[in-house]
């Protein structure tokens, strides 16, 4: 074997090297082409299939989520239909009075100032009352020299009158004088003149007591006179003495000190304004209202109102007044409140809402769009409707077809007047018409109970 394999290698290194034809060249080339092309064919036939399998997984997902519908749940509340209007208006105190001077004078001392408190007749300022006090002392003076003129002239009456007296009897003596005197001149014991004379005495007697009692009237009037000029004297002093206490301000009211217009030192004229109060125990607030609303309103009605300074707070108070005359253009009435302030918290010029809307039973409240569609038509109150309850049925959300009764409607809003219960979800819009028992998907805008623990958000979202 040795020698044959050596042998074997001799002739090859003496054989003559071969060249390669062509013919041989090109058979090569052909092999290469075609093994490259099956190369190329059996990885272009394995793409469509790959793709046919990753697209028939998405059309399984896809049916797969066609299956549940998405929806927009919602809580059942109860509510008012309408929000109740609230009417803009600010708070004022329920009576000012402006302290002003009567008198002319300057103001000496004027102790308050805004904000301090003042109860009714305190004084609150003080004004020169030199000339006021001349004035009075005066007034007096006068009173009583016309309370001398009256006793002057009472004094002539007694006079007038004790002369009355006296003429009286010499009325009466000389009457008697007379009748004598003609009895003796009848007899014939005196001359006729004699008798003449004393008939003339006794006339002349009674002429004279019928002036003495006309001087005893006169005197009489002049007394009148005279006291009539001392009460009106006495008025005099009565309003000097009264003016005199206007140098003294004092306040009408119990209140608050709420402008302070002088100070002292400055000279007041009759009507110069001093001071402000305002009495804060109780506060108007004045709402203008439409007259649309005016017959829903009554003096005494109970009202509530809050205050934007307190918006924890609402108060009660009670329409005090409703204006007779409406304003022309905008046909709107102004309503007088009161509300009470036995705290003094409450300051003037405060924004207040004042809420007219009587205590109305609240009923659970749905938007328009949950109602069946095929009730839209038909929609009125107290007529039935169908929409969708939400229950949870083995970890999957379903509907459920719920016959309600509906109510009243306003901005697209209606009331259920029975059906549904507080607290119930229910379907406020889906993306497809549903049907009792359907499996749903709850949207990201969907409410959510906070009193059931939170569901594992489906894979599908």
């Known amino acids: 074997m040795v020698l044959d394999i050596n042998q074997s290698q001799k002739q090859v290194k003496n054989r003559t090297p071969i060249v390669a034809s062509p013919v041989m060249k090109n058979h090569s080339l052909l092999m290469f082409c075609m093994l490259l092309l099956a190369l190329l064919t059996a990885s272009c036939g394995s793409l469509p299939k790959e793709s046919a399998e990753a697209q028939s997984r998405r059309t399984r997902g896809g049916e797969r989520g066609s299956k549940e519908t998405s929806v927009d749940v919602a809580i059942a509340r109860t509510n008012l239909l309408r929000p109740p209007a609230d009417y803009i208006g600010n708070t004022t105190p329920f009576r000012t009075v402006s302290v002003r001077s009567q008198v002319e004078g300057r103001l000496i001392a ?79 014991a005196i001359s006729a003149q004699t008798a003449q004379q004393a008939r003339t005495k006794a006339q002349t007697a009674q002429q004279s007591l019928k002036a003495t009692i006309e001087r005893v009237r006169t005197e009489k009037q002049a007394v009148a006179a005279a006291q009539g000029r001392v009460f009106a004297q006495q008025a005099i002093v009565k309003a000097a003495k009264e003016r005199r206490s206007y140098s003294r301000l004092i306040s009408p009211i119990t209140g608050v000190v709420t402008e302070k217009v002088t100070e002292p030192g400055n000279l007041l004229q ?28 009554q003096v005494g009605q109970s009202v509530q109102v809050r205050l934007d300074a307190f918006p924890d707070q609402t108060i009660i108070g009670r329409v005090a007044r409703i204006s007779p005359t409406a304003d022309p253009t905008a046909r709107l009435v102004p309503i007088e409140v009161v509300i009470p302030n036995s705290g003094g918290k409450i300051g003037s010029g405060l924004l207040a809402r004042v809420n007219f809307t009587t205590q109305t039973p609240q009923r659970v409240v749905v938007s328009e769009t949950a109602i069946n569609k095929n009730d839209q038509q038909t929609q009125s109150e107290n007529s039935i409707g169908t929409l969708f309850i939400v229950q949870e049925t083995d970890g999957k959300a379903k509907v459920k077809a719920q016959s309600v009764t509906l109510g009243k409607k306003a901005d697209s809003k209606v009331e259920i007047l029975s059906g549904l219960q507080p607290g119930e979800r229910y379907v406020v819009r889906s993306s497809k018409p549903l049907k009792d028992g359907v499996v749903v998907k709850l949207s990201i805008l969907s409410e959510k109970d906070l009193n059931q623990p939170q569901r594992k958000q489906n894979k599908n979202l």
């Open 110 to 188: 004027l102790n308050l100032d805004v904000g301090d408190t003042v109860k009714r007749g305190q004084i609150i300022s003080q004004l020169d009352d030199v000339l006021l006090m001349t004035t009075a002392q005066q007034t007096e003076a006068e009173l009583a020299t016309s309370q001398s003129e009256v006793a002057r002239a009472m004094t002539q009456v007694s006079n007038a009158q004790a002369e009355v007296e006296k003429a009286k009897l010499e009325v009466i003596q000389a009457k008697a004088d007379s009748q004598r005197q003609q009895q003796l001149f009848k007899e014939g």
């Open 270 to 297: 009759p009507g110069s304004e001093v001071l402000k109060i305002a009495d804060l125990s109780r506060i108007k607030v004045v709402v203008q209202v439409s007259e649309l609303e005016l017959g829903k309103i």
